[in-house]
């Protein structure tokens, strides 16, 4: 082979690649849920519920609505 048909090659392998490691980034990405735009409220929340300043239900209701975002 001369040095044009290896040079096509390895873009080839390369282009070829780089689209393979992009499309799996792009798969993973869309599994992981939207995080919300606070700072991390669970702690707070679960250390009022371990005070029992709030009760099981509200707990899970409030856990809930922060998982989902929306």
Do not use: D
């Amino acid at each position: 082979m001369n040095q044009i048909t290896l040079f096509f090659l390895w873009i080839g392998i390369g282009l070829v690649l780089f689209m393979g490691v992009y499309a799996l980034n792009r798969r993973n990405r869309k599994k992981e849920k939207p995080m919300c735009s606070f700072s991390s409220p669970f702690s707070g929340l679960h250390s009022q519920f371990k005070r029992g300043e709030i009760t099981r239900e509200e707990y899970e209701r409030k856990l809930q609505h922060m998982t989902r975002c929306g």
